[in-house]
């Protein structure tokens, strides 16, 4: 009851609490389609460029999240941006390119050859082959890859909170260091129903963009 209080009374604040939150996200995510779509369909054309490519990412995963943020800070220290957003979104950047570029990378090398063959068959040129057959095709797996990303840093930008990037990892921070429990409580209730809003966002995005011919 005393948590259900506290929300109603900071509503406001909790909200720009949620919008600096998926900021951080949405904009490191993106920048990691940008950059992961790309290299996942550029890695298809070299087995051994792949493994490198998905070794180094998996490594990045398993250095945990706090460390990350912790090189973060003298690294862009140097440019005067040791803590705060610039580190958070960097951070999370690098921790969604092995989600995205794996998944890339699957669903390109995983379409039937039969169908490559008949695009070319058709007199379709590589380029063509790739917007026109093989990206369609692979939109699921790579929607799937997005979603995973998204839902696994949302929680990790709330332990950005830490090193002042804001969202709201700032209630859970704050819970923890002033025993609070109205505030911890209300942190991490926030973060799980943003990442079980983003996924289901997502979800309804992957459905649009999947070519029919796949869903029947």
Known sequence: ??????????LGTIGEMAVEHISIVAVAVGLAILTGVPL???????RQVADTVLYVASIIVT???IALFGLMIPVLSLIGQGIG????VIAILLYSQLPIVRNTYTA?????PALREAARGMGMTAAQRLWRVEIPIAVPVIMAGVRTAVVMNIGVAAIAAYIGAGGLGVLISRGITQTDS??????????SL?????DWALLQVQKRLTPAGLTR
């Open 63 to 65: 250095i945990p999240s």
């Open 108 to 112: 390109i090398t995983n379409v039937d």
């Open 194 to 198: 943003l990442a079980i809003l983003a």
């Open 85 to 88: 957003w610039l580190p958070a």
């Open 40 to 46: 996942g369909i550029a890695i298809t054309q070299n």
């Open 1 to 10: 009851m005393e948590t259900i209080q506290f929300v109603a009374n900071n």
């Open 182 to 191: 109205r505030q911890l409580i209300a942190g991490a209730i926030a973060v």
